[in-house]
T-cell receptor, first 112, second 111 residues
Framework: TAGITQAPTSQILAAGRSMTLRCTQD?????MYWYRQDLGLGLRLIHYSNTAGTTGKGEVPDGYSVSRANTDDFPLTLASAVPSQTSVYFC???????????FGPGTRLTVL | DQQVKQNSPSLSVQEGRISILNCDYTNSMFDYFLWYKKYPAEGPTFLISISSIKDKNEDGRFTVFLNKSAKHLSLHIVPSQPGDSAVYFC??????????WGAGTKLIIKP
């Protein structure tokens, strides 16, 4: 089974450009999350979704937006990328908020 | 200020010996803790968890200990195996949905 997939695997993006990171899960999980991982800081929550149609802000939401049109997909959009958004981005899902989270393989984004 | 701290960036252990990974937290409201394991180029995978109503949880070679008074938890792996070489993250559940993560400890198992 695929579990949770992310695309692209990596991307180099010019500052000021927009970008959407894709995340799809096939486990019918209600909860989905976006994290960024930076060296020495662990993972930090950007946005989350409790169920299709609802989203919420995490610890570091500025500069990012999300949507949850259906259960399976949870795209993350950077409207106007800045170099500080250079990071590894992980999408995760869980049966419900607070349950064990399953992670995708990550997207490495470099903003120049 | 990090609320979950893993003060050892790396740890090297001989194969067959015990690996002990440590984690400290500052928020006494945290009541559920998780350990995740991460290999390079992969996402983290859940390893073991513990609720604050317990002080120990065991799953095969992995045991997590929680000392609430010291706001400290540790993950013990015994015996350590080469496949255990990975980055280990400690995380605390906050507000029933948000995981607050430590920076991780890279465990290296030497043959």
């Amino acid at each position: 089974t695929a579990g949770i997939t992310q695309a692209p695997t990596s991307q180099i993006l010019a500052a000021g450009r927009s970008m959407t990171l894709r995340c799809t899960q096939d486990m019918r999980h209600n909860a989905m999350y976006w994290y960024r991982q930076d060296l020495g800081l662990g993972l930090r929550l950007i946005h989350y979704s409790n169920t299709a149609g609802t989203t919420g802000k995490g610890e570091v939401p500025d500069g990012y937006s999300v949507s949850r049109a259906n259960t399976d997909d949870f795209p993350l959009t950077l409207a106007s990328a800045v170099p500080s958004q250079t990071s590894v981005y992980f999408c995760a899902s869980g049966a419900a908020l607070g349950n064990e989270q399953f992670f995708g393989p990550g997207t490495r984004l470099t903003v120049l | 200020d990090q609320q979950v701290k893993q003060n050892s960036p790396s740890l090297s252990v001989q194969e067959g010996r015990i690996s002990i990974l440590n984690c400290d937290y500052t928020n006494s409201m945290f009541d559920y803790f998780l350990w995740y394991k991460k290999y390079p180029a992969e996402g983290p995978t859940f390893l073991i968890s513990i609720s604050s109503i317990k002080d120990k949880n065991e799953d095969g070679r992995f045991t997590v200990f929680l000392n609430k008074s010291a706001k400290h938890l540790s993950l013990h792996i015994v015996p350590s195996q080469p496949g255990d070489s990975a980055v280990y993250f400690c995380a605390a559940l906050y507000s029933n949905y948000q995981l607050i993560w430590g920076a991780g400890t890279k465990l290296i198992i030497k043959p």
